[in-house]
């Protein structure tokens, strides 16, 4: 099993960057595929960003791709989501996950442990 614990969320203006940080514990987690999600108030859970057991590959969902990177850090044990020229639309609790499977899948369904969510809001 597999604890994933977010964090680095804030309030920050449009324009502005954060990181986000995702701690594993548990099991080896080099042997896990990470993938961003988040959920804005009123809206289903969307994903972000995805990256392989070992770096590669990385995915972005269209709406944050050029302003948003994933990266991992194994020895750390710590996926990473440094989100810039952030919007008011990118507004909403940031969720990390795990999954086994390897390549990229943007449903939720598909991954096996989430972490608690790192609220995120952007002001105009």
């Known amino acids: 099993q597999v604890q994933l614990v977010e964090s680095g969320g804030g309030l920050v203006q449009a324009g502005g960057s954060l990181r986000l940080s995702c701690a594993a514990s548990?099991?080896?987690?080099?042997?896990?595929?990470v993938g961003w999600f988040r959920q804005a108030p009123g809206k289903e859970r969307e994903f972000v960003a995805f990256i392989g057991k070992s770096g590669l590959p990385t995915d972005y969902a269209d709406s944050v791709k050029g302003r948003f990177t994933i990266s991992r850090d194994n020895a750390k044990n710590t996926v990473y989501l440094q989100m810039n020229s952030l919007k008011p639309e990118d507004t909403a609790v940031y969720y990390c996950?795990?999954?086994?499977?390897?390549?990229?899948?943007?449903?939720?369904?598909?991954?096996?442990?989430w972490g608690q969510g790192t609220q995120v809001t952007v002001s105009t």
């Open positions: 548990g099991r080896s987690f080099s042997s896990y595929a």
């Open positions: 996950a795990s999954q086994q499977l390897g390549w990229v899948v943007s449903a939720a369904s598909l991954y096996d442990y």
